[in-house]
Nanobody
């Protein structure tokens, strides 16, 4: 059974940074593309970033230049480093394992439970 467990969320001031982690188990992590999504209150879930098994990345325009997705296949771990955070980044962030990528879209096979990020002074 595949499990994705996120951690690292919390409250941060505008301009601050956070690093989210996602620990994967029960899957062939190293072979699969991974993604981070987020869902703000009252809004639809949106794709934040994807990373292929080989490390190629893609970002939503809203986070490009501020967020960095990375992975360690040996540790079955995915990260999202978020810099220069703004209140608009406030959301629940979800780790996802992709069944496959289709034009940089992650066709999600498994979801994590989410971790909350609040950007506020």
């Amino acid at each position: 059974q595949v499990q994705l467990v996120e951690s690292g969320g919390g409250l941060v001031q505008p301009g601050g940074s956070l690093r989210l982690s996602c620990a994967a188990s029960g899957s062939i992590f190293s072979f699969n593309a991974m993604a981070w999504y987020r869902q703000a209150p009252g809004k639809q879930r949106e794709l934040v970033a994807t990373i292929t098994s080989g490390g190629s990345t893609n970002y939503a325009d809203s986070v490009k230049g501020r967020f960095t997705i990375s992975r360690d296949n040996a540790k079955n771990t995915l990260w999202l480093l978020m810099n220069s955070l703004t209140p608009e980044d406030t959301a629940d962030y979800y780790c996802a394992e992709c069944a496959y990528l289709q034009s940089s879209r992650c066709i999600v096979a498994y979801w994590g439970q989410g971790t909350q990020v609040t950007v506020s002074s």
